[in-house]
């Protein structure tokens, strides 16, 4: 069964810092890992799929990286923004099952202090 | 272009009523997801339809909890009877191919008293 785990459950920093969050999963056989973005009140949005093949993924701001070999992903963000403040959440495909059933992290609360 | 809809938005109901949240999945989108997210155990996934069938539902808590699709543009979870354990927030989501991001909607609160 997978478990995704995301480290530091919370953190606070200051505005125009750059920050890296961090997810580990357990079974390193997924197809892909997503990384979204949850706001108070909202739905998920999703932010960056990095495909197995692939070692990271850029948008904007963000850049997500995969290390299978050792189960870890990271998000890097570049010069945050009080706009950035969300909890983001990590997820992973249960394994050895179908691709589309995803175990997500309890995320990440950011919050970009102005 | 229109997101995933969930109605309704907000529901607060007595224990043991009938509860039947909603859903319209992205035009086009073959597969639909429902999940459940508590502050305790997270985002969980209940049950995903492929083609408007119903291919895993190994997380659907008990036999209190079913969930339809009875055509592509249309899904539904029902709970009944509800119990106080039930309230949490329920999303539905949807995507494409399997490389493709699940597109969340903005979720149901449910309250049940």
């Known amino acids: 069964k997978q478990e995704v785990t995301q480290i530091p459950a919370a953190l606070s920093v200051p505005e125009g810092e750059n920050l890296v969050l961090n997810c580990s999963f357990t079974?390193?056989?997924?197809?892909?890992l997503q990384w979204f973005r949850q706001d108070p009140g909202k739905g998920l949005t999703s932010l960056l799929l990095?495909?197995?093949?692939?070692r990271e993924q850029t948008s904007g701001r963000l850049n997500a990286s995969l290390d299978k070999s050792s189960g870890r992903s990271t998000l890097y963000i570049a010069a945050s923004q009080p706009g950035d403040s969300a909890t983001y959440l990590c997820a992973a495909p249960n394994s050895g099952g179908s691709n589309y059933k995803l175990t997500f992290g309890k995320g990440t609360l950011l919050t970009v202090n102005p | 272009d229109a997101g995933v809809i969930q109605s309704p938005r907000h529901e607060v109901t007595e224990m043991g009523q009938e509860v039947t949240l909603r859903c319209k999945p992205i035009s086009g989108h073959d597969y639909l997801f429902w999940y459940r997210q508590t502050m305790m155990r997270g985002l969980e996934l209940l049950i995903y339809?492929?083609?408007?069938?119903?291919?895993?539902d190994s997380g659907m808590p008990e036999d209190r909890f079913s969930a339809k699709m009875p055509n592509a543009s249309f899904s539904t979870l029902k709970i009944q009877p509800s119990e106080p354990r039930d309230s949490a927030v329920y999303f539905c989501?949807?995507?494409?191919?399997?490389?493709?991001?699940?597109?969340f909607g903005d979720g149901t609160r449910l309250s049940i008293l």
């Open positions: 339809f492929n083609n408007n069938v119903p291919i895993d």
């Open positions: 990095i495909q197995s093949s692939q």
């Open positions: 989501a949807s995507s494409g191919q399997v490389n493709q991001p699940q597109h």
């Open positions: 079974d390193s056989a997924i197809y892909n």
